[in-house]
């Protein structure tokens, strides 16, 4: 954490308007989420855990343990804490720009290619120092839009550390009981509550699929999948299945866009194989999401700019 000096309850009261529903700004696993004031003027966002769940005491301690002695520039940053009996809570730096989940699915707002691809390389960052960056590997578990933040830059934060297992040395993978987020979870996991970096690297693959497609996972429903979904229509019918939104009406710019997202694509299908020795490694995703990144600014910077704003 940022500091280990911990904030009173009633300080964060003051800051909060006592927890006051016009602050609540969203919910996250086994709590809610408010923007705050310090008295500095400075802005936070405050993780109030629901201790009326029995679980609620576990995620504290584990977020707590985990993001202790985590820096990096794509974690969301907990400034301090707050904790007595009855009463629990992390103090996180704010996040203006919301989530990625709020970019995907409000009419408000809008992410182009560029934008996309940008924020997913930040995650996967993020995921490359928790599995290797770290003296203990982290696996996160819950990985999904939500999940990631945006600062006023519209650099992504990965968030909410409630169900995240640290791995022991010598250790590749344990077994857990927590079950994630249903159409991010990977199949061992789900299944046998097998978890490894593996894990994060499936969720990866499947959020990667969801910010292209803009349809989420829970959307589909029998033997068909969104990973399904797109699979079947790569690369030919990439166009039936990437975002409409993302379809320059311009003949010279459409087949570009095209094939960055059809190669975004694979490198999603990638990562959310269904065996875990098949999907690809979070340093080869990030690699190869750059090298998109760098094709798509050279080849549609080369291209004229579409008459139609976003």
């Not at 584990?62 to 629990?88: A, G, Q, Y």
């Not at 009406?249 to 975004?264: F, G, H, T």
Request: aromatic share 8%.
């Amino acid at each position: 954490m940022a500091t280990t000096e911990r904030i009173s309850y009633y300080a964060l009261l003051q800051a909060t308007d006592s927890l006051s529903e016009s602050n609540l700004i969203g919910y996250r696993s086994f709590g809610s989420v408010y923007k705050g004031v310090l008295r500095s003027g400075t802005a936070i966002a405050v993780k109030v855990f629901n201790l009326q769940l029995e679980a609620a005491f576990k995620s504290f301690d584990t977020e707590c343990e985990v993001l202790r002695s985590l820096r990096h520039r794509n974690l969301v940053k907990v400034i301090t804490s707050c904790s007595n009996l009855d009463f629990k809570a992390l103090v996180l730096e704010y996040m203006p720009n919301g989530s990625l989940d709020k970019y995907l699915y409000s009419h408000n707002y809008f992410l182009d290619i560029r934008q996309r691809l940008s924020i997913m390389i930040d995650v996967a960052c993020a995921l490359e120092y928790l599995h290797h960056g770290c003296s203990s590997p982290v696996i996160h578990c819950d990985l999904k839009p939500s999940n990631v933040l945006l600062d006023e830059d519209m650099v992504a934060h990965l968030s909410d550390f409630g169900i995240s297992k640290l791995l022991g040395e010598d250790e590749s993978d344990l077994y857990t009981k927590t079950l994630a987020t249903f159409g991010y979870i990977a199949p061992e996991y789900g299944l046998d509550g097998l978890v490894s970096i593996k894990c994060d690297v499936y969720s990866y693959g499947i959020v990667l699929l969801e910010t292209f497609t803009r349809r989420k996972p829970s959307e589909f429903a029998g033997d068909l999948s969104l990973k399904k979904w797109v699979s079947h229509s790569l690369p030919e019918a990439v166009m039936d299945v990437m975002d409409a939104n993302l379809v320059t009406p311009m003949d010279n710019r459409l087949q570009k866009e095209l094939d960055v997202v059809a190669s975004i694509m694979k490198v999603a299908l990638d990562c959310c194989a269904e065996s875990p020795a098949r999907r690809t490694n979070i340093e080869r995703c990030c690699r190869d999401a750059t090298e998109d990144q760098d094709s798509t600014s050279c080849t549609l910077s080369m291209l004229p700019e579409s008459p139609f704003p976003n």
